[in-house]
T-cell receptor
Framework: LAKTTQPISMDSYEGQEVNITCSHN???????ITWYQQFPSQGPRFIIQGYKTKVTNEVASLFIPADRKSSTLSLPRVSLSDTAVYYCLVDTDKLIFGTGTRLQVFP | NAGVMQNPRHLVRRRGQEARLRCSPM?????VYWYRQLPEEGLKFMVY????????ESGMPKERFSAEFPKEGPSILRIQQVVRGDSAAYFC???????????????FGEGSRLTVL
């Protein structure tokens, strides 16, 4: 059973910032938080990973509060090509994925 | 460095036939995971293997499904006597680390899409 809860879907427009929050109330001390992106008919692709506070790379930012019971993936200025399903993965013991958030970006 | 290679990308089988899906992990990776994805659904863990060993098959159906990762060659997911409900995308992922060491970074292939007629 996945240890995460995410919104099923989100809509946005090009150029906006998108924040997707994942709840993981039962996160273990040794669990990292990892986000993946999956386009239709493709395999998931690693986006970003963090343990606490904030992590930023060329694709996204990841915000993790002190209690680590949730995390927020932030995509700055989304484009149509960011339309995809985004998975939050916390269960590093089993590597079990949740149901993901389907992001639709409109022009 | 080639990524995770899966073949065939598309496979069509009739009910009762066998399906064999192959996965070659990234160079240097000795840990392989198989996931199944039904249309419009998330990834479901099936099995985790190391070279010549099945470590965790808790996500595999008890019958008709088997997996192997031999010392030489790709990992194979085998489905015997396929039924329509087996129609799905099957993804393979690899890692250079064992599951206890892995913080959650997996490298996925593009998947094999099985259609059972």
């Amino acid at each position: 059973l996945a240890k995460t809860t995410q919104p099923i879907s989100m809509d946005s427009y090009e150029g906006q910032e998108v924040n997707i929050t994942c709840s993981h109330n039962n996160i273990a001390t040794n669990d990292y938080i990892t986000w993946y992106q999956q386009f239709p008919s493709q395999g998931p692709r690693f986006i970003i990973q963090g343990y606490k506070t904030k992590v930023t790379n060329e694709v996204a930012s990841l915000f993790i509060p002190a209690d680590r019971k949730s995390s927020t993936l932030s995509l700055p200025r989304v484009s149509l090509s960011d339309t995809a399903v985004y998975y939050c993965l916390v269960d590093t013991d089993k590597l079990i994925f949740g149901t993901g958030t389907r992001l639709q970006v409109f022009p | 460095n080639a990524g995770v290679m899966q073949n065939p990308r598309h496979l069509v089988r009739r009910r009762g036939q066998e399906a064999r899906l192959r996965c070659s992990p990234m160079k240097g990776h000795s840990h392989v995971y198989w996931y199944r994805q039904l249309p419009e659904e998330g990834l479901k863990f099936m099995v985790y293997l190391q070279k010549e060993n099945i470590i965790d098959e808790s996500g595999m159906p008890k019958e008709r499904f088997s997996a192997e990762f031999p010392k030489e060659g790709p990992s194979i997911l085998r489905i015997q006597q396929v039924v329509r409900g087996d129609s799905a995308a099957y993804f393979c992922a690899s890692s250079p680390l064992n599951r206890r060491e892995n913080t959650g970074e997996l490298f996925f292939g593009e998947g094999s899409r099985l259609t059972v007629l």
